[in-house]
């Protein structure tokens, strides 16, 4: 809702988030599959406890990406999507497609692969020089090459979806109509509200 990257915890009383810096030129592409995951099956697969070792290990991931967000080295983002809480259990029992979807994204250049929230959808990052996929020269890109292995991948496995190739935007949610409008015949605020 806020756009870009955002980061947040929830400090006991509302959610407080800050956005995390991300290189221009990189593109998301997901794979969302025809099928809606539920929240309650997802949660179902997990552990009701984590161990220090696997906490330890998520914190570290998680400091490891903001940082590769910050410094904008995508190499390092493939370590920081690691994880050992929630999509071992996950891709074990309810998105087969999970790992194998990964390996493809990354074998095939992308940056990281990762399981986008509860799932079904998984994300991949990719880069490319700088600014908007339609300035980017050809060679620079790796979305092409990265959507047609997740979809191989989702074929092997009889799964149907859709194929979304995008990019953070830095304006989340917009208002686009008020009543009464803010506007008036002195004073037009942006979008005309």
């Not at 969302?32 to 697969?45: C, H, L, M, N, W």
């Not at 992308?110 to 490319?128: D, E, H, N, R, W």
């Not at 980017?136 to 979809?151: F, G, H, I």
Request: overall charge neutral; hydrophobic content about 35%.
């Amino acid at each position: 809702i806020y756009g870009g990257i955002q980061v947040g915890i929830h400090n006991g009383t509302r959610w407080v988030t800050e956005r995390a810096p991300h290189p221009s030129g990189m593109q998301a592409v997901l794979f969302i599959p025809d099928f809606i995951g539920k929240t309650s099956d997802a949660r179902g697969v997990l552990k009701p406890t984590v161990t220090r070792e696997e906490a330890a290990f998520n914190i570290g991931r998680v400091a490891f990406l903001v940082h590769a967000l910050c410094t904008g080295n995508l190499d390092n983002l493939k370590y920081g999507v690691e994880d050992k809480m929630h999509q071992p259990q996950r891709g074990g029992k309810l998105y087969k497609y999970l790992f194998p979807m990964i390996e493809a994204a990354q074998n095939a250049g992308a940056c990281c692969a990762y399981l986008s929230g509860a799932g079904p959808t998984v994300m991949a990052l990719t880069s490319g020089a700088s600014g908007d996929i339609f300035t980017q020269r050809e060679k620079e890109r790796t979305d092409d090459e990265v959507a047609r292995a997740m979809l191989e991948v989702a074929d092997q496995y009889g799964l149907k979806g859709q194929l979304l190739v995008t990019q953070p935007v830095h304006e989340g949610a917009t208002v686009t109509k008020v009543e009464p409008p803010f506007s008036s015949n002195t004073i037009t605020y942006r979008n005309n509200i």
